[in-house]
């Protein structure tokens, strides 16, 4: 595992009444009164250059932001009426400020060497009591999520130090990191039965989360695929409508002029049957007659065309209300659309989060399973052997009167049960043999 390189996490405005100055955990006094009248001059001047420096701290549903560096510019910035303050907000553990407090402060100031001195031996106390706390911390959690505590303490403790907070992050982030460091651990068989029967109840039940929240995933994006193209119909249709509604506005709008027009001609005493807007009303609803009975065919045209723009109208009004409600759905479809599209957004980031942390297992697993480490438990193991056997001898040659046919039964079967070990080792060794010949084998063939 790397060591992180940078805390950051965003840049964000926040409240002046969400910011915790903690002055008692922190190692030197604040500026004086007039350097922080000289620093509200420069912000003035030339604009915050370097933003206070905070890290997030839940109280209860609500968030609070522990300042870690820029106490001065926090009071510059609170003379000159700001409620607002520009941070960085870094992703470091509630635990760690007191140690980053002194990080900041000590390596910046201009110390005599006797407190640099001092300062150095505090902060070394103060991360000693920070591994603690981390380690207390991540066994809490693997406790939480049912690993049992042999197999915690395992982890915790095959765990170098500048790798536990990134670990417990990593884990109360996305508990699905646990998979790989379990089963990775299981390996070692160096764990009872019952240990072993939890550890692999624990791995099953967080890999059926895992699938279902895949699963949930997969689930809504078809789902939200199904709904953009029911959007895309209802876009469709509100779009064929307006074009309806657009034709017969615009044919209301002629038939009310030629109303209009017709209503003045009835009027005349001399109706001339040659007016054109006549000759529309006459071609449009009547055909020899109306020569003969003008008045009543353009009284007769003029009732038509108003009941059919009543009727047009109603069309309308129609359509109107059918786009209305397409627009609706449209709208409920997208409210459904963004907050299925949010969901698959968080599911993304957890499984984004599982996948990143792939590499930092990696390193993890090679520390916790290593050929070095068997090879070292193996030396182990022959000591205690060699041990054993000068143990036996001793007991064969001169406490001989005190032993009895249980006794040789009860070593009879730790000789048959170790036996049985070595036999599982060597099937093992042999496996792992074949393996990597197989592996040369495919090279040389390439």
Known sequence: MEKRMTLAVEEKEVPIEDIIVPEDEMPFPPLEEEMVEKIKETIVKYGLVYKPVAIPIKEGNRTKYCLIDGRSRLSALMKLGCKEIPCTVINALPEERKALYYVVECFRRHLPEDERNQAEDKLREIEEDLTVKLKEKIKSLLSFHGVPKNVASYIVNNIATEELAPLYITLDKNRYTLIPILKAVLETERFSKE?????????????????????????????????????QKSDNRIK???????LLEAEIAELKEQIAKAGQISTQKNVILDDPEVKKLIDRYVQE?????????????????????????KRLNEI???RNKYLREKQELEDKIRALEKTNKDLSNKIKTWQDSTQFLKNILSKVV????????????????????ISLTYLK???????????????????????GRLRQIEKTINDIKEALNNKFSDRQAL
């Open 195 to 231: 240990d072993i029967s939890q550890t692999q109840s624990v791995i099953e039940k967080l890999e059926q989360e895992r699938i279902a929240i895949e699963k949930e995933k997969a689930d809504l994006e078809k789902r939200i695929k199904t709904l953009l193209e029911e959007k």
């Open 240 to 246: 064929e409508l307006e074009q309806e509604v657009t």
């Open 397 to 419: 040659g001169i406490k001989m009167e005190t032993l009895q046919e249980t006794h040789i039964y009860s070593l009879i079967k730790k000789y048959e049960e170790m036996e």
């Open 289 to 313: 007659r109306a020569k003969k009975e003008a008045e009543e065919i353009i009284k007769t045209a003029i009732k038509r065309a108003t009941d059919e723009q009543a009727e047009l109208q």
């Open 320 to 322: 109107l209300n059918e």
């Open 370 to 389: 290593s050929v070095e480490l068997i090879l070292e438990e193996m030396n182990t193991v022959i000591t205690r052997l060699n041990s054993i056997y």
